[in-house]
């Protein structure tokens, strides 16, 4: 009979763990870097074969390295520390040893400092490799011990410390001997860049759980507990599998901090609150640098733009039908100032029913820290997918290649998300949005083909039906309620052209004017203050309702009066060259002539350059 095939022992392990495996049998490398969700629970099997899930320190010491002889673990806050007292006892005789040789007296205080720990550790090391051992080390919190700086700013116990870390990485000794050093940070960019670029490591992401995991972890969860199935569905009215699919992004603690406010503190789930506490935990574990844009609005609600809305419907329809693949890879929205762009990418996402996420600012004054924010960003943003992400004033919030004077961070920011953008994984799937109201700023990188595909440009109303969309659009915005017969004609068909902040301006002023039109005019209050001035006093009686003013009893309605002196009043900002150079960039950056209004579609080319470049120049560009 022919053998059968043993079973994998390694099937249980989640992909990060057996890609470790894998390259640590080829005995080349015994340095790895563990990043990502490294705070999260790990999945694997306990003693009896069944479904658990550990901390990542626990995984580590006593499933993926269990067969080590020795596992040491380290950190700065701790120093040296080991899961067993028989491990203990073995350092503390190679420690007696080594104060004896070294004349320290580490053994009544362990250093907690990486130079000298490093050193002790090296020692040990090699003496219980020397005796055939195995040996495991760990390092948790690793930026702090090899930080990102640039080299010129290293201190000596950082250069200290990556040496070391250099020297162990292609040791003949450690790589010949079974050997492991596992380095565990959140984000990667807040490593040493010459440590994380040397081939002698591995950088190994745990990612966030995906559905069917999440999924997975529900049911298990609800299991382990006392009658936690029945519990959970007594309180929720969320079945597993939609609490799954609708916690893409967090992690199985996260999870478990869901499941167990149902089932400890009894308090209902509902799709709404779970929506809110989706919210909460990512905009927390993203340190308050991703702001969940919220909207009931639709593409219903966006005045004119018929061109960019028909465009977006029809991307709406292609996710909505499953169609992920023949979407762009991001959107660059355009236009001059006042036109709703924000607001136009803020329906949209309102329109397909998937989350929108708007980056905040997560560039940092200390060094390093502005790409481990944006990486930490970029990881939570592919494990919540499907999502929108909207960076307003992009050209000032993503940098350039070229930039310099902050020690290479706009040109490593940039260079991040260059790389995240043109991610064909995510098409479709991670919808980007640079809303910018100067495209011609910003890098040509990001403006390319395979990153932000589609140029949509937005731009003032010019006819009397754009005027009348809008108009009716920013009534029911302000709560103002005007028949579009009282609309002065200079607002219609009138030379001056109005945004829709101007129009909302326009319309919270004629509220404002009503509302105050009494203080203009006192009331009469009795008969006796219609005195004529002839001398009689009349009795003090109080008008009766049908006698008092229209302003007494309430603002005056807003009418054709009111709004014509608003709008001979109004004057809006007046820098009329910035809008035309906003408009003729924006012309400029369209992809699609079709999607531009019919008044740019025949501009020439050439002659709007020139004019863009006369532009620049009048308003102090070089």
């Known amino acids: 009979m022919p053998d059968t095939p ?209 999924e997975g972890f529900v049911r298990w969860f609800l299991t382990a507990q006392r009658d936690g199935r029945g519990r959970f569905d007594r309180l929720s009215s969320v079945g597993d599998l939609t609490l799954a699919q609708n916690t893409a992004g967090l992690g199985y ?79 660059l929205v355009s236009g001059p100032v006042g036109t709703g762009k924000t607001f136009m990418v803020t329906t949209f996402a309102g329109e397909i029913g998937i989350p929108m996420v708007k980056l905040k600012n997560f560039r940092s004054q200390w060094q390093g820290v502005t790409e481990g924010n944006l990486e930490k960003i970029l990881t939570l943003l592919r494990a919540m997918n499907p999502v929108a992400v909207m960076i307003d004033e992009a050209d000032a919030a993503l940098g350039d290649r070229s930039a310099s004077g902050d020690s290479g961070v706009s040109s490593r920011v940039f260079g991040q998300i260059a790389q995240a953008m043109s991610d064909t994984r995510f098409r479709g799937k991670i919808i980007w949005f640079l809303v910018t109201a100067r495209p011609d700023l910003m890098p040509v990188d990001l403006k390319r083909q395979g990153r932000a595909e589609e140029h949509l440009g937005l731009f003032y109303p010019s006819t009397r039906s754009d005027r009348e969309e809008l108009i009716k659009v920013m009534m029911r915005k302000t709560g103002v309620e005007v028949e579009m017969s009282e609309i002065p004609e200079a607002l219609l068909d009138g030379e001056r052209t109005y945004s829709g902040a101007d129009m909302e301006a326009l319309l919270t002023r004629a509220k404002f004017r009503a509302a105050t039109h009494a203080l203009d005019e006192p009331a009469p209050e009795s008969a006796a203050d219609l005195a004529s001035g002839d001398g009689m006093a009349e009795p003090d009686v109080p008008l009766a309702p049908s006698e008092l003013k229209a302003s007494d009893a309430g603002p005056k309605p807003i009418d054709r009066e009111i709004l014509q002196a608003v709008v001979e009043d109004f004057v809006p900002p007046s820098y009329p060259l910035q809008v035309e150079l906003q408009t003729l960039v924006a012309v400029m950056e369209c992809t699609s002539r079709s999607m531009l209004p019919e008044r740019f579609r025949s501009l020439d080319r050439e002659a709007t350059v020139r004019r863009v470049g006369e532009l620049k120049r009048l308003v102090g560009e070089r």
């Open 6 to 214: 043993a079973a994998d022992p390694l099937a249980h392990y989640p992909r990060w763990a057996r890609e470790l495996a894998r390259r640590y049998f080829t005995k080349t490398l015994n340095q790895f870097i563990l990043h990502g969700n490294v705070r999260d629970l790990v999945p694997t099997v306990d003693d009896r074969g069944e479904r658990a899930y550990v901390p990542l320190r626990e995984f580590l010491a006593e499933d993926l390295f269990a067969g080590r002889d020795v596992v040491v673990f380290y950190d700065r806050s701790d120093g040296i520390h080991f899961e067993d007292a028989e491990s203990r006892k073995d350092f503390n005789r190679a420690l007696s040893g080594y104060d004896t040789i070294f004349g320290t007296e580490y053994a009544k205080k362990l250093p907690k400092d990486p130079a000298r720990v490093f050193a002790l550790l090296d020692n040990y090391f090699r003496l219980r490799l020397a005796d055939g051992k195995r040996v495991a080390c760990v390092v948790d919190y690793a930026e702090t011990i090899i930080p990102m700086s640039e080299a010129a700013s290293y201190s000596t116990e950082d250069r200290s410390a990556l040496v070391t870390l250099q020297k162990w990485a292609h040791d003949p000794l450690l790589l010949r001997s079974d050997f492991t050093l596992a380095l565990i940070a959140e984000n990667l960019n807040d490593l040493s860049r010459a440590f994380i670029q040397s081939p002698y490591n591995a950088e190994l992401e745990i990612d966030f759980p995906g559905h069917e995991e999440r």
């Open 253 to 331: 603690v996260q999870l478990r901090t869901i499941l167990a406010d149902v089932l400890e503190n009894e308090r209902p789930l509902t799709f709404e609150t779970l929506s809110e506490k989706k919210k909460e935990l990512i905009e927390a574990e993203a340190y308050g640098l991703l702001e969940f844009v919220e909207t009931d609005y639709t593409l219903d609600m966006v005045a004119g733009h018929a061109e960019a809305k028909a465009h977006l419907r029809a991307a709406a329809e292609a996710i909505k039908a499953g169609r992920p693949d023949v979407m762009p890879m991001g959107y």
